[in-house]
């Protein structure tokens, strides 16, 4: 009981901090979101910021040549509702009005259990961006490459590439309305596993959602 309080305790403290935070900046962009919930984000310069909750992520977006169509993109994030970090890192390429990134991703939990469990996973994953006047379409697939499993006799946590069945990919798609001051989104997000028998995917988790962002300043 203690320990849940006090779990709950710091994860209210973090959500004011990164409250105070957001609002110390200068111009930012509060989003909701049904599925993956709340915050502010903006940019300094090439840094980029989401700070909400349950997810917060922090890094840059540099550009590799001077007319500004190749860049590399670099994250770091924390998810509360699981307890898991992220470093994500990403090519970007950008023509007109079509842009596509191939983002590569690790996601680690530290966790205490006297059992085999997994403990971090290896993503590799394709974007793909297309705007239209007002509209904009867009299609995040992910697929697990490989995956850190603690083994408790070594008391290490041992890379593999896991075979069992489990869903190793996602999609997210989504269509954009988009303004100079607001956008509205609405969504479907998937998990999938490959049935080799059956020569089709079944999905686990899946649900549509809808995001909305409006440009504040303090």
Excluded at 152 to 163: D, K, Q, S
């Amino acid at each position: 009981m203690t320990r849940c309080f006090e779990k709950r305790l710091l994860t209210n403290i973090l959500i004011v901090l990164n409250i105070v935070v957001a609002i110390s900046a200068l111009a930012n962009e509060f989003y909701f979101n049904t599925k993956n919930g709340f915050g502010v984000m903006g940019s300094v310069d090439s840094i980029n910021y989401r700070i909400g909750f349950p997810y917060s992520e922090i890094g840059f977006k540099v550009p590799l040549d001077s007319g500004r169509s190749i860049f590399i993109s670099t994250y770091g994030g924390y998810d509360f509702n699981n307890s898991t970090y992220f470093l994500k890192v990403s090519p970007d390429f950008v023509f007109n009005t079509f842009s596509i990134s191939t983002p590569f991703e690790f996601a680690s939990k530290s966790i205490i259990t006297d059992e085999a469990t997994e403990t971090g996973r290896f993503n590799a994953g394709l974007d793909v961006t297309y705007r239209f006047e007002n509209l904009i379409f867009q299609a995040v697939a992910y697929n697990s490459v490989f995956y850190l499993y603690y083994d408790p006799a070594f008391n290490l946590n041992i890379p593999t590439i896991f075979t069992d069945n489990i869903f190793r990919s996602s999609l997210d798609v989504r269509i954009s309305y988009v303004q100079p001051t607001y956008s509205i989104s609405v969504g479907y997000y998937a998990v999938l596993r490959w049935l080799s028998y059956r020569s089709s995917f079944i999905t686990g988790e899946n649900t549509g959602y809808i995001e909305g962002k409006f440009k504040i300043k303090f």
